[in-house]
């Protein structure tokens, strides 16, 4: 998919049916299941927003809704732990949770 394109068509969920897959040059949507033709293209927000400009209230209804996303920096800890495990989250967002993580010295998550 055309980046500039198409991806004002892609809306969030907590429980995506896409996911973002990032290169070192590049990156692509790439679908994590087949999706039905009448079915939204969906994937995690937070997964490429540290923190958001402007939070929203997800209605997306999953088990595991975030209710309000606000971006990765304000995920738990083990959900963090989860999306980096399942190599999910963009280069930028991990470089700014390590950032973060280095500055407030708590545990670190992602090294």
Not at 6 to 30: A, T, Y
Not at 69 to 81: A, I, N, P, Q, W
Not at 87 to 105: A, D, F, T, W
Request: glycine fraction near 4%; charged fraction near 25%.
């Amino acid at each position: 998919m055309e980046p500039s394109y198409g991806m004002k068509f892609v809306n969030h969920s907590c429980q995506p049916n896409s996911r973002i897959v990032f290169g070192k040059d590049n990156w692509s949507l790439e679908s994590m299941q087949e999706i039905p033709s009448d079915e939204a293209i969906t994937y995690n927000y937070v997964t490429t927003e540290f923190e958001l400009t402007s939070e929203f209230n997800c209605r997306c209804k999953a088990n595991n809704c975030l209710t309000k996303v606000k971006g990765f920096k304000y995920l738990t800890d083990s959900v963090k732990e989860k999306m980096i495990k399942e190599n999910l989250i963009s280069p930028v967002v991990m470089q700014l949770h390590l950032k973060e993580q280095k500055e407030s010295g708590f545990p670190k998550i992602g090294y």
